[in-house]
């Protein structure tokens, strides 16, 4: 399922993405930089054999890149303080959901955006985040 916690799992021990869709990540992933992409079945095809030789160099060069991207954009902490720094009190979240992705499966191309959720209590990411952490809105992050 597009967007679901199998990417930023498998990215998280520096598996190399094969996706098609590395533009719904934020940042996007890029091709051979930190992920391998495709658009179609042809192209997958043909990006599976490319992937399988690629030399041992290459692999490491990649799965660096991917440990990097991950450790900056994706950890859990990383996505609190990015809320939490954030000057605007409204923060866009894109929402995926598998109705969407079942009922529109050829919207699922690369440049696809399929609902974006705006309608939501003012704050409720913070308090998400807050809770995530351990305490309450607007306290400060506890020091170890």
Excluded at 39 to 44: G, I, K, M, T
Excluded at 125 to 137: D, H, I, K, S
């Amino acid at each position: 399922m597009p967007m679901c916690h199998n990417i930023v799992e498998a990215m998280a021990v520096g598996t190399i993405p094969i996706t098609n869709y590395p533009e719904w990540l934020d940042p996007p992933l890029k091709h051979m930089e930190n992920c391998i992409a495709f658009d179609d079945e042809d192209e997958l095809i043909a990006r599976l054999r490319q992937a399988l030789e690629l030399d041992p160099q290459e692999i490491a060069r990649l799965r660096a890149n991917v440990l990097d991207y991950y450790h900056t954009h994706l950890r859990p902490e990383t996505f609190i303080q990015r809320v939490e720094a954030s000057a605007d009190r409204d923060l866009p979240v894109l929402m995926h959901t598998e109705g969407n992705v079942w009922h529109n499966p050829k919207k699922l191309g690369r440049k696809a955006i399929l609902m974006q959720g705006t309608a939501r209590p003012r704050g409720w990411l913070r308090r998400m985040a807050a809770c995530y952490l351990g305490r309450e809105p607007g306290q400060p992050r506890a020091t170890p």
